[in-house]
């Protein structure tokens, strides 16, 4: 290489369709040497540096499609979307295309990176940085538990209280399906509950989730004894979709102050706000 910058930049302006997380989960497994020596994210190449990617490393690519997003906020350096339920947020090793990260590129922003997690089924308010630039910073916020997320959801059974705080501990258990799942040694979480309307048995709630745990609200719901409509993973009953929806984001501490990003409520939960 001729000019200096971080190993994984000059990866991926290598390899400018691989994925982010393909190229981090390389150097984290010791896949690349420079001069000979292996070398992690973050350290700095220097002119003339040889940079050598073991070729059995699995690098994951995200191609550019042409899939129609819903934008819900756009500025220089973010966008945020309303992820449909059904949509992948990143490629995995069995579904390549029709992913969020591959949206993105197809609209052009090739250095896009999707800053939080949404399940497959989950819709919602989803954020990318569009640079790496702005991502630490941002990283940082969400790291710190910072970054405020309100959740819609919708439970079928009918629940005694109208606040409730849950933090059974999540880990991930591989004996187990699914594996992420209440675990006496899992990790420290903690969800917020609010009832915002009672329609019949179902129950529409407010989740805050304060950790960010994998399917955090999900196992929460479903340890407290009131699984999800639609979240059969988890012992809830069947419906024509998961009835989790990322309904707020708030950033603190911009420039221009708090930002607050709200994705309107899906027609599924209609009979919530029809009323």
């Known amino acids: 290489m001729e000019t200096p910058c971080r190993l994984e930049l000059f990866l991926l302006d290598c390899l400018p369709n691989a994925s982010r997380e393909s190229i981090r989960r390389a150097l984290a497994a010791g896949a690349c040497e420079v001069d000979s020596v292996v070398r992690p994210m973050g350290f700095r190449l220097t002119a003339g540096a040889v940079v050598c990617l073991d070729p059995g490393a699995r690098i994951t690519e995200v191609c550019p499609e042409s899939i129609p997003l819903s934008i819900l906020y756009e500025d220089g350096d973010l966008i945020a979307i309303n ?26 922003l090739l250095s896009a990176h999707i800053l939080h997690r949404l399940d497959r089924d989950t819709s919602g308010v989803l954020l990318a940085a569009k640079s790496l630039s702005r991502h630490s910073p941002l990283a940082r916020l969400f790291a710190s538990r910072e970054v405020e997320k309100r959740y819609l959801a919708v439970c079928a059974e009918p629940v005694p209280w109208e606040e409730k705080v849950l933090t059974f501990p999540i880990g991930r258990d591989p004996e187990r399906r699914p594996q992420w799942n209440v675990l006496a040694t899992g990790a420290a979480a903690e969800t917020r509950l609010r009832v915002l309307k009672r329609e019949g048995s179902a129950v529409l709630l407010e989740a805050e989730p304060v950790t960010g745990r994998t399917n955090q609200i999900r196992i929460h719901c479903a340890a407290a004894g009131h699984p999800l409509l639609g979240d059969t993973a988890y012992g809830g009953p069947s419906a024509t979709r998961l009835m989790l929806h990322a309904w707020t984001l708030t950033l603190p501490a911009l420039p221009g102050g708090a930002l607050t990003i709200t994705a309107p409520s899906p027609p599924e939960f209609a009979a919530f706000f029809s009323s």
């Open 83 to 108: 992820k449909p339920s059904g949509m992948l947020v990143h490629p995995t090793g069995r579904e390549r295309t029709g992913t969020v990260a591959n949206a993105l590129r197809g609209m052009g």
